[in-house]
């Protein structure tokens, strides 16, 4: 798993590639948690090039949101794949998080 970070305007994204699993969960949660203090308030998880969620990096992804949110921000998800959206639908993560299809549409939304 590999986490790249750019910005776009005053929204830091976050790119995952590989997967999120039990094995990377540690790492994940490591470089998650820096995106924190670097993120201005406002962290876009790009999913697109996630091929595999476990239950262990759901959990990533909610400590991630949560310590976002105890600094004043907030985060939100965007374009993950098939498999990636299932694990998210069954997992009920859009109740916590908001997930969005396209990164253009959760760009937006950090400004509506």
């Known amino acids: 798993m590999e986490i790249s970070t750019r910005k776009v305007g005053d929204v830091l994204v ?10 990377t969960s540690g790492p ?32 990533v992804l909610l ?7 105890a600094a004043g921000g907030v985060m939100k998800v965007c374009e993950p794949s098939g498999v990636v959206q299932e694990v998210l639908d069954i997992s009920g993560f859009a109740s916590f998080v908001e997930v969005h299809a396209e990164e253009a549409t959760a760009l937006a939304a950090f400004n509506g």
């Open 63 to 69: 400590r991630a949101a949560k310590a976002q949110e």
């Open 28 to 59: 994940a949660t490591e470089a998650m948690s820096s995106l924190t203090g670097e993120s201005e308030g406002k962290l876009l998880v790009n999913l697109s090039k996630l091929d595999f969620l476990s239950s262990a990096g759901l959990r």
């Open 14 to 23: 976050a790119d995952c590639v590989g997967s999120l699993d039990t094995q």
